[in-house]
């Protein structure tokens, strides 16, 4: 069975620093990992996904993720925060083993809180 | 492209009702899945449908149905209603095939009392 988890429910990080957002997952064949990002009383926005290819995989807003097989981890990342950055943000996994009929998966979201 | 839409984005009801929410995909996707998102539950996966059959479901009481039009556009429906089915549904959309990423509605707000 696929899950992915993100350990920390929040993560503080100060305007200008580097910021990471955990992820990790399990699949039985490869994985589709996506990022996503909440703002309040809005959906989720697609921020990037990783395929194959390159493990690390640049997205919107000046964030990048980095796929790590032997980990199993898909971390976010951004080198200098914003205060705009501020939203709860979701991993997601699916297994391609399945092709489109597997269902993706989110992690339980992690709130991202950057002060200035 | 029009993004996903979500009608209607407030909803106020009561115990043992039942409510109908709706959502349109982006044009050309074919794929609509339905989430429950709560603050202690996290998001939740409802069901998904591509092509008017419905291709995966989550562990939702029989309460919970959906259907899709010939035009993608897709209805859930609640019966019953529950205190416990307060919550932000969320539709997303895809094109259900390949490597797919899903891009989301607004959401509809339901508050049962």
């Known amino acids: 069975a696929q899950s992915v988890a993100q350990p920390e429910d929040q993560v503080k990080v100060a305007e200008g620093n580097p910021l990471t957002v955990k992820c990790t997952y399990s699949v039985s064949g490869n994985p589709y990992l996506f990022w996503y990002v909440q703002y309040p009383n809005r959906g989720l926005q697609f921020l990037l996904k990783?395929?194959?290819?390159?493990?690390l995989v640049k997205g919107s807003y000046g964030f990048e993720a980095e796929f790590n097989k032997s980990q199993t981890s898909f971390h976010l990342k951004k080198p200098s925060a914003l205060v705009s950055d501020s939203a709860l943000y979701f991993c997601?996994?699916?297994?391609?083993?399945?092709?489109?009929?597997?269902?993706?998966?989110f992690g339980s979201g992690t709130r991202l809180s950057i002060r200035p | 492209k029009a993004g996903v839409t979500q009608t209607p984005r407030y909803l106020i009801k009561t115990r043992g009702q039942q409510v109908t929410l709706s959502c349109s995909p982006i044009?050309?996707?074919?794929?609509v899945s339905w989430y429950q998102q709560t603050p202690g539950q996290g998001l939740q996966f409802l069901f998904e449908y591509f092509s008017e059959t419905q291709r995966n479901k989550g562990n939702f009481p029989g309460r919970f149905s959906g259907r899709q039009f010939s035009n993608s556009r897709s209805e859930m429906n609640v019966s019953t209603l529950e205190l416990g089915d307060s919550a932000l549904y969320l539709c997303a959309s895809s094109t259900g095939t390949g490597s797919y990423e899903q891009y989301f509605g607004p959401g509809t707000r339901l508050t049962v009392t």
């Open positions: 997601a996994v699916r297994d391609e083993r399945y092709s489109s009929a597997s269902k993706i998966i």
């Open positions: 990783y395929i194959t290819g390159d493990n």
């Open positions: 044009s050309g996707h074919r794929s």
